[in-house]
DNA sequence: TGGGTTTCATACCGTTCGGTTAGAAACTCA
DNA sequence: TGAGTTTCTAACCGAACGGTATGAAACCCA
């Protein structure tokens, strides 16, 4: 099995570039000639590799998931509830307003509303973004045990809260809303966190 | 000009029907077939009566912040800053959780991304949801004036949050997540405007 | 150099999109 | 009843949709 005619793409960089495509303008606004275009991918090829428009979407989710979403995991890691809260909202609004990627977050531009026969895309989107907020109650659970927390904190609640904010700031970034006016937003939820965790 | 031959819909029940088909799958996530279905209009009248698709959006989006945004201005209309707050926060939880409408918030499910050639719609949402924002500010500023708040809050940044909680609670009302999770959400975010606004 | 293989560019598939046209149907008024 | 008006149903328009088939082009290996 000799080694046909050369790609003339990389399927890494093509995916880097689906992503891009996805996150600015959602997946039903997204034609298959807009991602050829952007991933200098052929459609036979685009086809062939990456399966269909949502075998694509899949795989694209799941690489911004990858990258473009550590931040999240490495907040959660942080030694102390408080620091996972500051590290989250910071790098969050940070995430949501880089100069090299568009504005806002793909999970949330990606899809929040779609047509009857793509649900499954919002659902399932949806779906992620609720398993974040797990990660961060499963965390403050942690917390409260091991006395970060106060015993009557609301683990749930508090994850809540924090993934609403981010998620606020990602449809604000999307409004172009500037990085600095984000801060301010995301000082008084930090202010919240605190005043709900205060013994 | 005699009157011809009968209309078998009502204009007003019509353009609210259209109201929860674009607020249930977006702008871009509606077909006109979707819109004639819902609105038991024909295609032909829908064309004389309303416009086109853009057009039908526009009034859409007026109709709903008229009706379904009632809410934000009676709560701006409070006589305390914090009343204003407390009263925002409770009703819009409320307003993303109704059982007879889609879940969420109309301004963030029509659009939030769009494909190129649909750009405006997106920014025209985004404009409507600073605008409220800014009505939010002023407010405060009326607030710091009058004594109400102190004279180093940041209007601008308390109504900012204030906004970015209501498009979270709206993303996670659209994603299924129950009122009375929204509302412990809510009382986190009033502790916050409460913690920076106390001297 | 010539078979085997893979990707290339291009044309094509049926369907649906937003939007329009044609003519029959249902009303008011004289 | 019949002229005038409006909305009805139904067929139609070009363009774009997601997805596929075809055949030439470019590679490896023998």
């Avoid at 995916?15 to 997946?27: C, D, N």
């Avoid at 990660?135 to 927390?149: E, N, W, Y």
């Avoid at 990085?179 to 966190?193: H, M, N, V, W």
Wanted: hydrophobic content about 45%; aromatic content about 8%.
């Amino acid at each position: 099995m000799p080694g046909g005619r050369p790609r003339t793409f990389d399927e890494d960089e093509a995916l880097e570039r689906a992503v891009e495509v996805f996150w600015r303008q959602g997946y039903e606004g997204t034609s298959i000639t807009d991602l050829t275009t952007a991933m200098g991918v052929n459609k036979p090829s685009l086809y062939s590799v990456f399966g269909g428009k949502a075998d694509l979407f899949r795989r694209v989710i799941a690489h911004y998931a990858e990258h473009d979403m550590a931040y999240a995991r490495a907040a959660i890691a942080e030694p102390t509830a408080l620091q996972v809260v500051q590290r989250f909202l910071r790098d969050n609004v940070v995430a949501v307003t880089l100069d090299d990627k568009p504005n806002g977050c793909l999970s949330i531009q990606g899809g929040v509303s779609c047509s009857a026969e793509n649900q499954d895309v919002a659902q399932s989107l949806a779906a992620s973004r609720l398993g974040g907020e797990k990660a961060f109650a499963d965390r403050f659970r942690l917390a409260i045990d091991q006395g970060d927390l106060p015993t009557n904190a609301d683990a749930d609640a508090l994850a809540r809260f924090l993934m609403v904010v981010s998620e606020g700031h990602a449809v604000h970034a999307a409004a172009g809303v500037p990085r600095d006016a984000l801060q301010k937003s995301a000082a008084i939820a930090e202010q919240a966190f605190k005043a709900m965790t205060t013994v």
